[in-house]
């Protein structure tokens, strides 16, 4: 009970700084009577009651409260883009938890599907304590809002996945149509096969156990014996870990470091991680665990890496937070608690910005893809191809890459390293340089791509399951006449 009082004293103050809050992101031990089954009268809104709720949602008016709400920065939660020179935006931010949410699917052998957005339970234990969610839980606050606005004529599971389409088609990408009709879930329960990393607000049940470690794990011959191992896709009690551990939704985006006997180590760089390798780590996640092309792969992360932008530019060494930091450790994220943000005592930056916006912790990688990462642009691809990639490391310490020319009109962008894979590896490569010279190649399968991501789940785990049961979508037909809603 006093673990209970703590957290609805420390919720308090979180819906204080930041209003709504508390919608997006429910604890642990708020879900813990459901989980076993205490409260078996605990449900959500039937699947028959929300589509018959659906026909009535004003999708034009929807998508616009989502297209405002991404240019208007708030202060408890600033947008990125003024220290990139650019304007505010939260599309990049709307894109990755549209993009996390449906990436934890799961299609074992054609057969078994597991995970995806629908159910919305990244809004719950386990899932909004992975550390690949990290943060997220404020782009679910921002779109509280939006969420009582609308009320009951759209679920959660419905608005994360149309807010980073949103995101994308109002920011000048390509979005050819989005089915509704998703239903939320009471709990996270279907998401803890998936792995438990995270146990910090979950205590005294036998669900609370993180099985971080993975039993069968591997390390690439190549790769130095003191990086961390991989899980492989076989594990104990049919485990679907997400990507290569718990809390890895997709790939390791350091990739793997070489060892010093390597014929690729080079002894004066800043750090030895191996794009090639790290190529192979991208085509298992995407292909064996997610069910994806090569060229659905590149599309995806050539798209998902054009908006928006890393935060790591804050250096915690010699800080308390060194040890244990505040941004692996869900679900709220924070360096103290009830902030909703990175250190205020100056580690971070002080005064409004202490431990955001610019002070902002996430990933621990620092910096934007592309030169305006509010906008829908080409140059993932083609400063991929136009530049020589040298290893850097970002403020918070982690291994990234930035442009060898530090005058070019790149210089300001970086790379992880599953980024500059797709240039180590031929097929892949032959990819990349096709969107390079086709713009509206990679639009097209972008867009197609992104459709399957959203609409794959385990309720409906073909692409057109939705729609046949739902039968309520929208090509936006509204937005034609519209210019983007970025000035």
């Known amino acids: 009970m006093v673990c209970a009082v703590l957290s609805v004293g420390a919720a308090q103050m979180r819906g204080d700084d930041f209003p709504a809050y508390d919608l997006g992101t429910i604890p642990a031990w708020q879900d813990l009577p459901s989980l076993r089954g205490d409260h078996p009268d605990a449900q959500v809104m039937s699947k028959a009651e929300y589509h018959r709720k659906l026909q009535s949602l004003d999708v034009e008016h929807l998508y616009n409260a989502i297209a405002t709400l991404m240019t208007t920065s708030k202060p408890y939660w600033p947008a990125d883009g003024p220290q990139d020179g650019d304007v505010s935006s939260y599309a990049g931010l709307f894109a990755r938890l ?135 896709i076989e594990q104990p009690e049919q485990r679907l870990q997400a990507s290569h551990s718990v809390g890895l939704i997709y790939v390791y985006p350091e990739g793997p470091e070489l060892k010093t006997t390597s014929q690729d180590y080079k002894p004066y760089w800043v750090h030895n991680r ?11 996640t995407f292909k064996d665990r997610m069910g994806w092309t090569d ?111 530090r005058s070019s009109k790149f210089s300001k962008t970086m ?19 096709e969107y390079a010279s086709d713009h509206a190649k990679f639009d097209s399968d972008f867009a197609d791509a992104w459709f399957k991501l959203v609409h794959r789940s385990e309720d409906h785990p073909h692409q057109d399951d939705l729609e046949k049961d739902a039968s309520f979508c929208t090509s936006f037909e509204f937005t034609v006449s519209q210019q983007t809603l970025l000035p």
């Open 274 to 284: 191996s794009p090639r390798l790290s190529a192979l780590e991208v085509r298992d």
């Open 98 to 232: 549209a993009w996390h949410c449906s990436g934890s699917f799961r299609m074992i052998n054609d057969t078994h599907a597991a995970g995806g957005c629908e159910g919305a339970r990244q809004r719950h234990w386990p899932e909004n304590e992975w550390r690949d969610n990290t943060n997220l839980d404020k782009a679910r606050g921002l779109l509280a809002e939006v969420k009582l606005q609308f009320g009951d004529h759209i679920s959660w599971s419905d608005l994360m996945t149309f807010a980073g389409t949103v995101a994308i088609k109002a920011s000048g990408g390509p979005a050819n149509k989005f089915c509704f009709g998703r239903v939320d879930d009471v709990n996270g329960e279907r998401s803890i096969p998936l792995g438990v990393e995270g146990v910090s607000q979950c205590h005294g049940s036998k669900f609370c156990k993180s099985n971080f470690e993975c039993p069968n794990s591997f390390r690439w011959p190549e790769q130095n014996n003191t990086d961390h191992a991989r899980c492989k």
């Open 415 to 433: 790379r992880l390293t599953a980024d500059v894979s797709l240039i180590a590896d031929p097929a892949y490569l032959q990819i990349v340089e």
């Open 295 to 405: 060229r659905e792969t590149v599309a995806l992360i050539g798209g998902g890496h054009t908006l928006g932008r890393t935060h790591g530019n804050c250096n915690l060494t010699g800080s308390k937070w060194a040890e244990d930091p505040y941004n692996n450790i869900g679900p709220y994220f924070e360096a103290m608690p009830g902030s909703l943000r990175g250190p205020t005592d100056g580690t971070c930056g002080t005064g409004r910005e202490a431990g955001r916006g610019n002070n902002t912790v996430s990933s621990g990688f620092e910096g934007p893809w592309t030169r305006s990462p509010s906008r829908w642009t080409y140059d993932f691809f083609d400063a991929l191809l136009s530049e020589e990639w040298v290893p850097t490391k970002s403020p918070y310490g982690n291994d990234q890459w930035h442009t060898r020319d």
